[in-house]
């Protein structure tokens, strides 16, 4: 079992940016495949980026040169860095762990909001 644990989201104006953290206990997040998803009211949760134990990243293409995934290893923590936000940005966004079938354990999610 794994407990992840999602923060730093808040209210930022368009163009602002914003840092999510996704601290986790109970695995080694290096380990495994990690993801950022979001989830904006109305729609269906997206990917917006994945990275593989390699260090291999997939970004969705909104968000390809504005977003970057990290890992701290000793802090067991996934950082999303969000830059150049824009207000269709705005969205509940989630990590998770993702195994061979898809993402098996979920944080609680956290909210970004972006003015226009």
């Known amino acids: 079992q794994v407990q992840l644990v999602e923060s730093g989201g808040g209210l930022v104006p368009a163009g602002g940016s914003l840092r999510l953290s996704c601290a986790a206990s109970?695995?080694?997040?290096?380990?495994?495949?990690m993801g950022w998803f979001r989830q904006a009211p109305g729609k269906e949760r997206e990917a917006v980026v994945v990275?593989?134990?390699?260090?291999?990243?997939n970004y969705a293409d909104s968000v390809k040169g504005r977003f970057t995934i990290s890992r701290d290893t000793a802090k067991n923590t996934v950082y999303l860095q969000m830059n150049s936000l824009k207000p269709e940005d705005t969205a509940v966004y989630y990590c998770?762990?993702?195994?061979?079938?898809?993402?098996?354990?979920w944080g609680q999610g956290t909210q970004v909001t972006v003015s226009s």
């Open positions: 998770a762990v993702i195994g061979t079938t898809g993402p098996e354990f």
């Open positions: 109970g695995r080694t997040l290096s380990s495994y495949t």
């Open positions: 990275v593989s134990s390699r260090g291999w990243s």
